[in-house]
C-alpha cells in the first residue's frame, strides 16, 4: 500500500469515527429533559429565581439556572412536571415500614406497594426516606425491589433491628404480633450489643437505632450505659451513624454519653425545659434533632387528653425545639409516618415555623442538611450540575406558607418521575 493511499485509510477511519461520536453525542442529548419551573431554589443557602430550567440526562442533572441563558440541546423534551416550582428532592429522616400492609413485601404485588408508597412518602416530595425501626428482611426486600425499578419509590436507608433495653420493649408495641416482638433485640451485655450492630450493617444496615428509654405501664426502662456505648461504638467503626429514642431529659443526657449522633425525638410531652448546659452539650457534640412534633398531638389525641393539656403540652415540645434552633443546633426533617398513621406533614411544617425556623430552614432539614449529615453533599440535596436528578415540584411557594411544602405536583427520583398528582405512578420507573 502506497504512503497515499495508507493516508486515505486512516482519513477514513477518522471521518467514521467523528461521525460516530457526533451521533453517539446527538443520540444522548436526545435524551435531554428539560423542567421549567415558575420558581427554582437552587439550594436553601441561594436566592430563588424566577422562570428557572433545569436540564437532566442519565439521572443527573446537567444545568439548573436561567431560562434567558439555559442552552437547551436539540431533540430536548419537555417534562410533564414543568410549571411548579422546583427544589431538590426532600429527605423524611424518620419513617417506619410496619404493620401488615408491609408484611411480605419481597412477594406482595408491586402495584400494591406502590400504592402505598405513594400514600406515605412520595406523594409528599421524598426522594430519600430513613426508616429507624422495622423488620430487617421486610425492608431490605422492599428496597431491593424498588433499586430494581419494580416498585415506584424513593431512596430507602434503614437501621435494621433497632435495639431496646433488657426487658425494655416499650408498651405502644404491644398491638405487634408475639413472634416480631420476640425477635427484637434486648442485648443483655455489651458483647452482645455490638453483635447486632455487626449483623444488622453487615445484612445492610446504614445505621443504628437504640431506644436508650421506653416508656412501659407504670415506670420507664433505662439502656444499660456500657450497651448503648458498645452499640454506638461498634456503629461508628463501621462508618454510620446512630439514632436514639431518648423519651425524657435523662435519655437525652445517656444519649450524649453514649455518642449518639441523631435524637430520632425531641423530649415529647415533658415539660421541664432543657438545661442550658444539656443543650450547649448536644450542640458542641454535633447531635443532630428530628423534632416529630406533630407526633405530640396525634398521640394525645388517641388517647382522649382534654385539648387544653394537649396544646400546652404541645407548646412545651415547640419551645424545647425553638430553644435548641436559636442556640445554633441541627435539624432533620422527620415525622415518624408508618407508626403515624396520619401521613400529611403541613402540620409539622406549620410547627417547626412556630418553633422559630424560617421556611429555608425548613427547606435545609429536608435537603442540603441531611446531605451533609450522611456525607452525600456532593451528589444530593441541592441543583446543580452533576448532582442526582432527585427532585420537587411544588403546586405553590413555600416562601408564602410552609404548609407549601407539603402541596406536591411531582417527585422526581434520579430522572425518574415516582409520583405525579395528574397521574399517579402505580408499578415500576416511569418515562418523564
Known sequence: MTTFMKRMVLAIQALALIAHVVAAHAADESGTRVLRGSKVYFSPDLPPIADGIVLIRNGKIISAGDKATARIPAGAQE????????????????????????NNAGSKPAAELSRQIVAM??????????????????????????????VAGPRIMAVGMPLFPRNGLPVYLDHFPREF?????????????????????????????????????????????????????????RGKLVFAHPTDIEGVRASLAAGVDILAHTTLGVETPWPDELRK?????????????????????????????TERLVAVSIDHVKTFVAAGGQVLFGTDVGYMGDFDPAEEYVL???????????LASLTTTPASRWKEGGRRGR??????????????????????????????????????????????????
Open 79 to 102: 417534562s410533564r412536571c414543568s410549571g411548579g416550582v422546583v427544589t431538590a428532592g426532600f429527605q423524611n429522616s424518620h419513617v417506619h415500614f410496619i404493620g401488615e400492609q408491609w
Open 121 to 150: 412518602l412520595t406523594r409528599y416530595g421524598y426522594t430519600t426516606v430513613f426508616d429507624i425501626a422495622s423488620d430487617r428482611e421486610n425492608t431490605f426486600a422492599l428496597r431491593a425491589r424498588i433499586e430494581r425499578g419494580e
Open 181 to 237: 416482638l420476640d425477635r427484637l433485640p434486648q442485648p443483655a451485655n455489651a458483647e452482645d450489643a455490638a453483635k447486632v450492630v455487626r449483623e444488622n450493617i453487615d445484612a445492610g444496615a446504614d445505621g443504628t437505632k437504640l431506644f436508650i428509654v421506653t416508656p412501659q405501664i407504670g415506670r420507664v426502662t433505662r439502656m444499660n450505659a456500657d450497651i448503648a456505648r458498645a452499640a454506638a461504638d461498634e456503629t461508628h467503626r
Open 281 to 309: 452539650q448536644a450542640i458542641a457534640q454535633g447531635m443532630s434533632l428530628i423534632p416529630t412534633l406533630k407526633l405530640m398531638r396525634y398521640e394525645l389525641k388517641k388517647e382522649d387528653v382534654p385539648p387544653a393539656i
Open 352 to 362: 417547626l415555623s412556630k418553633a422559630g425556623m424560617s421556611n429555608m430552614q425548613i
Open 383 to 432: 441543583l446543580a450540575p452533576a448532582m442526582d436528578a432527585d427532585l420537587v415540584v411544588l403546586e405553590a411557594d413555600p416562601a408564602a406558607d410552609p404548609a407549601n411544602f407539603a402541596k406536591v405536583a411531582c417527585t422526581i427520583r434520579q430522572g425518574e418521575i415516582i409520583y405525579s398528582a395528574a397521574g399517579r405512578v402505580e408499578t415500576g420507573k416511569t418515562a418523564k
